[in-house]
Each structure stands twice: as structure tokens, then as C-alpha cells.
């Protein structure tokens, strides 16, 4: 599985959060968001799970800035053949999420 450790932090929503249905009837949502630091920027795939899913997708946005709370864990991503390489990717299992900053082009409906 990789290292896992608790943490939260604010991150950047860089694209729509998309719904996926996986096996067993699980509802998840997915999108990658950034991390901001003092020396360099590290985008990361975020994941949530269930009902919680729906209500992220449901109401946040690319260009969002959001409070994560959760587990990060490293993942070994695939490369081409041709590298020969595996890059480790950085996975966001969010348990709680609070707006941060919203994005100011959204309607008030």
C-alpha cells in the first residue's frame, strides 16, 4: 500500500471533480488538486469515498481551494515501456472537507 499518514491541508482543485462508480456499488469522486509549498508545487490525485462523494462533486469546483483532511499515501504509478521507470504518485483519501475559498464565477443557486 505504501506510506500512509494522517494529515490535512489546503489544496487547490485543478480540474472537476468526476463521480465513478467501482465495484459493489461504491460511489467515488476523483480529481486532482495542488498542494502548495514554500519551494516547489506537488499536485496530488484526490479521492473520496461514498456519500461524501457526491456532495463533493456536487458542490465544489475547478479553481476552488478546499480544507482536506484525510490520508496521503504514495502510489507507483506505471511508465512507458520505454523508460523503464515507475514514478510514485502522491493519492489524497479525503475524510472531511471545508471550503476554504470558493471560486468567484459560481451562481447563487
Not at 26 to 43: E, M, N
Not at 87 to 94: E, N, Q, S
Request: aromatic share 10%; glycine share 4%; proline share 2%.
Amino acid at each position: 500500500m505504501g506510506d500512509t499518514n494522517h494529515i490535512g491541508a489546503i489544496v487547490k482543485i485543478l480540474e472537476s471533480p468526476k463521480k465513478k462508480i467501482i465495484k459493489n456499488n461504491i460511489l467515488i469522486t476523483k480529481f486532482r488538486a495542488q498542494l502548495s509549498q514554500v519551494r516547489q508545487t506537488r499536485v496530488v490525485d484526490i479521492i473520496v469515498w461514498g456519500n461524501f462523494a457526491n456532495d463533493v462533486a456536487k458542490y465544489y469546483s475547478a479553481n476552488d481551494y478546499i480544507l482536506v483532511e484525510g490520508y496521503l499515501s504514495l502510489r507507483k504509478s506505471s511508465q512507458s515501456k520505454a523508460n523503464r521507470k515507475t514514478l510514485k504518485r502522491a493519492r489524497f483519501t479525503v475524510l472531511k472537507a471545508y471550503p476554504f475559498l470558493l471560486s468567484s464565477t459560481r451562481s447563487n443557486s
